[in-house]
């Protein structure tokens, strides 16, 4: 009894390992059958999925092969719903495999199902596309790139067209951003602020990120590039601070904007705002996270003079110019608060002063006490300010209390 128990027990193993060696290869002689229809390759492919398989992904490259080498013979319109399911199927198994070597073939599901075709709902290229991303097909980042700056120009007023070209957008959207290839960061950033409905701009700007971890050449380039409107500068501004890049390369990015802001002229009151609001978020970056480029200086003296030597004084930018170089604390930062307070003394002694004058004086005095300076021209000046009659007691307590900061 025991002896049959066990011959039964082996030969079910037998039977299990013989099945399980030779399973795939029953699936891909049937698969590969030259009379086989449409119809028993989709129900082939419906029963290994059912079985829920792993490392098959020669299986499911082997099986798009065919399909393609068939698709000629699959002419009906109920034939090539069948064909659709089919890709989906491969495409699903592919991309859950990570099978690489099937690019090629993927790709040209991309073509076929090309929303381009009239008769093409956009589902299969999406899926096709992904499956790109998901496989790691780096060598076809190009390609997917070109796709989508071609549609990022490819605005339509017609809604179907708008919904199929959109879902092509996703996918290649999804694709770039796996792939992760620096060259996907331009064509992803236009997408964000393009012409698609909210939902797909949202999903290019969370997307955008996740391509390159500091992207900041190529948004300089795009801050930089004359063609590119204030609009589009200082959104590549935001998003490239949405980045994980490293603090200095954010500073080299604001530098760049900070120059633009003066560098790109326009006669466009609106595009003129723009620019401003991008230099006080320039200046702001460059506060916090400090200098990467000398020329920041001169641009940073630039706009607190162009604020101040203007009919209605612009506070906001004096303020937060005389906030960033207080914070920066170089040498260079402190010539530059030394020499307006120097200016504003000259004016105290001959003119024109008024509460203008006196208000900024009493944001530069503090600014310069915060940087730690040991500068002698500046600790002569603030000496002058403090012993002189011109000066009110209130004012003349400002450049005191500066001095007791500084004088350790």
Same mark, same amino acid.
């Given at each position: 009894?025991?002896?049959?128990l066990?011959?039964?027990?082996?030969?079910?193993?037998?039977?299990?390992v013989?099945?399980q060696?030779?399973?795939?290869?029953f699936?891909?002689?049937?698969y590969?059958?030259s009379?086989?229809?449409?119809?028993?390759?989709?129900?082939i492919?419906?029963?290994?999925?059912?079985?829920?398989?792993?490392?098959?992904?020669?299986?499911?490259?082997?099986?798009l092969?065919?399909?393609?080498?068939?698709?000629?013979?699959?002419?009906?319109?109920?034939?090539?719903?069948?064909?659709q399911?089919?890709?989906?199927?491969i495409l699903?198994?592919?991309?859950?495999?990570?099978?690489?070597a099937?690019?090629?073939?993927?790709?040209?599901?991309?073509?076929r199902?090309?929303?381009?075709?009239?008769? *093409?709902?956009?589902?299969?290229?999406n899926? !096709? @596309?992904?499956? &790109?991303?998901e496989?790691? +097909?780096? /060598?076809?980042?190009?390609?997917?790139?070109?796709?989508?700056?071609?549609?990022?120009?490819?605005q339509?007023?017609?809604?179907?067209?708008?919904?199929?070209?959109?879902?092509?957008?996703?996918?290649?959207?999804?694709?770039?951003?796996a792939?992760?290839e620096?060259?996907g960061?331009?064509?992803?950033?236009?997408?964000s602020?393009?012409?698609?409905?909210?939902?797909?701009?949202a999903?290019?700007?969370?997307a955008?990120?996740?391509?390159?971890?500091?992207?900041g050449?190529?948004?300089?380039d795009?801050?930089?590039?004359?063609? *590119?409107?204030?609009?589009?500068?200082?959104? !590549? @501004?935001?998003? &490239?601070?949405?980045?994980? +890049?490293? /603090?200095?390369s954010?500073?080299r990015?604001?530098a760049?904007?900070?120059?633009?802001?003066?560098?790109?002229?326009?006669?466009?009151r609106?595009?003129?705002r723009?620019?401003?609001?991008?230099?006080?978020?320039?200046?702001?970056?460059?506060?916090?996270?400090?200098?990467?480029?000398?020329m920041?200086?001169?641009?940073?003296?630039?706009?607190?003079r162009?604020?101040?030597n203007?009919?209605?004084?612009?506070?906001?930018?004096?303020?937060l110019?005389?906030?960033?170089?207080?914070?920066?604390?170089?040498?260079?930062?402190?010539?530059?608060?030394?020499?307006n307070?120097?200016k504003?003394?000259?004016?105290?002694?001959?003119g024109?002063?008024?509460?203008?004058?006196r208000?900024?004086?009493?944001?530069?005095?503090?600014?310069?006490?915060?940087?730690?300076?040991?500068?002698?021209?500046?600790?002569?000046?603030?000496s002058?300010i403090q012993?002189?009659?011109m000066y009110?007691?209130?004012?003349?307590?400002?450049?005191a209390?500066a001095?007791?900061?500084?004088?350790?």
């Amino acid at each position: 009894m025991k002896k049959a128990l066990f011959t039964i027990v082996l030969f079910l193993f037998g039977m299990t390992v013989f099945a399980q060696s030779l399973d795939m290869s029953f699936y891909t002689e049937e698969y590969n059958r030259s009379d086989a229809t449409v119809y028993d390759l989709l129900d082939i492919l419906e029963a290994v999925r059912r079985e829920n398989r792993r490392g098959i992904g020669d299986f499911y490259h082997n099986a798009l092969n065919v399909l393609i080498l068939k698709l000629p013979i699959f002419a009906s319109a109920r034939e090539k719903l069948a064909v659709q399911d089919i890709v989906r199927i491969i495409l699903n198994g592919l991309a859950f495999e990570k099978h690489i070597a099937a690019a090629p073939n993927v790709w040209l599901m991309i073509q076929r199902y090309d929303v381009i075709h009239q008769q *093409n709902d956009g589902f299969l290229m999406n899926m !096709a @596309l992904v499956t &790109m991303g998901e496989i790691g +097909a780096k /060598n076809y980042a190009p390609n997917i790139v070109t796709l989508l700056e071609n549609f990022n120009v490819d605005q339509t007023p017609d809604l179907q067209t708008r919904r199929k070209i959109q879902l092509a957008v996703s996918g290649c959207i999804k694709a770039l951003e796996a792939l992760k290839e620096p060259i996907g960061v331009k064509p992803v950033f236009f997408a964000s602020i393009g012409w698609y409905d909210p939902d797909i701009r949202a999903q290019a700007a969370a997307a955008f990120p996740n391509i390159m971890e500091d992207p900041g050449e190529i948004i300089s380039d795009i801050i930089k590039s004359p063609s *590119n409107g204030p609009d589009v500068k200082i959104t !590549a @501004l935001q998003i &490239m601070l949405n980045t994980r +890049a490293q /603090n200095i390369s954010k500073a080299r990015v604001a530098a760049v904007a900070l120059e633009t802001s003066y560098t790109f002229i326009t006669p466009v009151r609106e595009e003129q705002r723009v620019l401003r609001d991008m230099r006080l978020i320039a200046v702001e970056t460059i506060r916090k996270m400090g200098v990467a480029d000398e020329m920041v200086y001169s641009y940073l003296d630039r706009a607190y003079r162009e604020a101040y030597n203007t009919s209605t004084t612009d506070f906001e930018t004096i303020t937060l110019i005389i906030a960033a170089l207080s914070a920066i604390r170089t040498v260079e930062a402190v010539d530059i608060l030394t020499e307006n307070l120097r200016k504003l003394h000259a004016r105290r002694r001959s003119g024109p002063w008024g509460i203008t004058e006196r208000e900024i004086m009493q944001k530069l005095i503090p600014a310069i006490a915060v940087t730690g300076t040991d500068s002698q021209l500046t600790m002569q000046l603030l000496s002058t300010i403090q012993r002189s009659t011109m000066y009110t007691s209130v004012e003349q307590s400002w450049a005191a209390s500066a001095l007791k900061a500084l004088v350790k």
